[in-house]
């Protein structure tokens, strides 16, 4: 990847009078979670994220006002012109809507897409349908649902959880081995591990198991894609779409960000792993060191980009999206999920983006948040 020309809208100083942008984001004490999952705060951005944000609000001369959690919103009427949401939820497949629920309840603008298509796009099986309609090539999937009749539908945010006994039946396996397996209604990683990866029945009915009694939602079972896997990340208004990243592949074939959960706890904790010209390396030990395959060509490009900008259209996407892609063990890509709330990590792809331009991590930031304001009208 080569470097390429600085977005006009960067580093622009906004011409509005300055505003008051909230910053709604999870914070653990904003919520009752004493046990659960040991990745149950991978989404939950690290203090290192929040002063990015608030420096590129003050970049482009607003002032930026910490808000906390969603739940937050709940409580009173923040005195905000704008927010800037980030924050995930927690427990419910809805959760990612809570945010631009509660904003539009109270009539204070948001930055980013509407509940309706944070929602949608949570759910990983209904966005693989709506791409495969849209003529998007993404592999098949089966569906492991959650018993109880409420499918989807996670253990209450606010109560404690421990994983619970899943006597009913698995269904049995129709996809070709070996597979991948993960949560329904998840990001961030939640819930892969190289364990994610089955090869026989029995292991696909003990992930099943494992992934229905720990996340209390339905698992989709997709074939294992060996190939190498890519990202499109697209913001500003209209969006536009950035080069194409490849990420990092551990040695199991899965994406690297995705297997290492303390590369995140460090994150976190405010360490970051260090980044070479191929390599990343977080962590110790021999799987430690991953690496990339230069798979990208222009053709393959100028796919995924088409494909991510039809997929931001159809969903009503705004201001700032990841959408996600893996090859085929030979080269085909396929759709895997689209990620309009995705982190603004300092470690993230659109940090590394800020790299690839030349810029400062927080002049890219104060770009997108300055297209949004026009966007508005304010």
Same mark, same amino acid.
């Given at each position: 990847?080569?470097?390429? %020309?600085?977005?006009?809208?960067?580093?622009?100083?906004?011409?509005?009078?300055?505003?008051?942008?909230?910053?709604?984001?999870?914070?653990?004490?904003?919520? +009752?979670?004493?046990?659960?999952?040991?990745? &149950?705060?991978?989404e939950f951005e690290p203090e290192s994220t929040i002063r990015a944000m608030e420096e590129a609000i003050q970049l482009a001369g607003h002032l930026p006002v910490r808000i906390g959690s969603?739940?937050?919103?709940?409580?009173?009427?923040?005195?905000?012109?704008?927010?800037?949401?980030?924050?995930?939820?927690?427990?419910? $497949?809805?959760?990612? /809507?809570?945010?631009?629920?509660?904003?539009?309840?109270?009539?204070?603008?948001?930055?980013?897409?509407?509940?309706?298509?944070?929602?949608?796009?949570?759910?990983?099986?209904?966005?693989?349908?709506?791409? $495969?309609? =849209?003529?998007?090539?993404?592999?098949?999937?089966?569906?492991?649902?959650?018993?109880?009749?409420?499918?989807?539908?996670?253990? !209450?945010?606010?109560?404690?959880?421990?994983?619970?006994? +899943?006597?009913?039946?698995?269904?049995?396996?129709?996809?070709?081995?070996?597979?991948?397996?993960?949560? &329904?209604?998840?990001?961030?990683?939640?819930?892969?591990?190289?364990?994610?990866? +089955?090869?026989?029945?029995?292991?696909?009915?003990?992930?099943?198991?494992?992934?229905?009694?720990?996340?209390?939602?339905?698992?989709?079972?997709?074939?294992?894609?060996?190939? /190498?896997? =890519?990202?499109?990340?697209? #913001?500003? %208004?209209?969006?536009?779409?950035? *080069?194409?990243?490849? @990420?990092?592949?551990?040695?199991?074939?899965?994406?690297?960000?995705?297997?290492?959960?303390?590369?995140?706890?460090?994150?976190?904790?405010?360490?970051?792993?260090?980044?070479?010209?191929?390599?990343?390396?977080?962590?110790?030990? *021999?799987?430690?060191?991953?690496?990339?395959?230069?798979?990208?060509?222009?053709?393959?490009?100028?796919?995924?980009?088409?494909?991510?900008? =039809?997929?931001?259209?159809?969903?009503?996407? &705004?201001?700032?999206?990841?959408?996600?892609?893996?090859?085929?063990?030979?080269?085909?890509?396929?759709?895997?999920?689209? !990620?309009?709330?995705?982190?603004?990590?300092?470690?993230?792809?659109? #940090?590394?983006?800020?790299?690839?331009?030349?810029?400062?991590?927080?002049?890219?930031?104060?770009?997108?948040?300055?297209?949004?304001? @026009?966007? =508005? !009208?304010?």
């Amino acid at each position: 990847m080569t470097p390429h %020309h600085r977005h006009p809208l960067t580093a622009e100083p906004s011409a509005t009078a300055s505003l008051r942008i909230g910053i709604v984001y999870d914070r653990i004490e904003d919520y +009752v979670i004493d046990c659960g999952p040991a990745d &149950r705060f991978a989404e939950f951005e690290p203090e290192s994220t929040i002063r990015a944000m608030e420096e590129a609000i003050q970049l482009a001369g607003h002032l930026p006002v910490r808000i906390g959690s969603p739940v937050r919103l709940l409580e009173k009427h923040p005195d905000v012109d704008l927010i800037w949401n980030i924050g995930e939820g927690y427990g419910t $497949r809805n959760r990612e /809507a809570w945010a631009p629920i509660l904003c539009e309840m109270h009539g204070i603008p948001c930055l980013g897409s509407d509940a309706y298509a944070l929602t949608i796009t949570l759910d990983k099986v209904l966005t693989k349908q709506i791409a $495969r309609n =849209l003529g998007i090539s993404t592999s098949d999937w089966q569906v492991i649902p959650f018993p109880g009749g409420q499918a989807g539908a996670n253990h !209450n945010s606010n109560t404690d959880h421990q994983p619970e006994s +899943v006597s009913v039946p698995i269904p049995a396996p129709i996809l070709p081995f070996p597979q991948f397996l993960k949560p &329904r209604y998840e990001g961030t990683s939640k819930g892969i591990t190289e364990k994610s990866i +089955v090869h026989t029945p029995d292991e696909f009915r003990s992930q099943c198991r494992h992934l229905l009694e720990t996340y209390h939602q339905d698992v989709m079972a997709e074939p294992f894609l060996g190939g /190498a896997e =890519l990202t499109c990340a697209l #913001a500003f %208004h209209p969006l536009q779409a950035f *080069p194409v990243m490849e @990420r990092g592949l551990h040695s199991s074939g899965i994406g690297s960000h995705a297997v290492d959960n303390s590369h995140h706890l460090q994150s976190l904790s405010g360490s970051t792993p260090h980044k070479t010209d191929n390599r990343i390396t977080a962590g110790s030990g *021999p799987d430690a060191e991953t690496f990339l395959t230069c798979a990208i060509t222009p053709e393959l490009e100028a796919d995924i980009t088409k494909w991510s900008l =039809l997929l931001c259209s159809e969903f009503g996407i &705004r201001d700032f999206v990841r959408i996600d892609f893996k090859l085929t063990g030979d080269g085909k890509p396929m759709f895997l999920e689209a !990620n309009p709330l995705p982190t603004f990590g300092t470690d993230s792809t659109f #940090a590394i983006l800020a790299e690839i331009r030349d810029e400062p991590y927080p002049v890219l930031l104060s770009g997108i948040l300055s297209a949004a304001i @026009r966007r =508005l !009208n304010m």
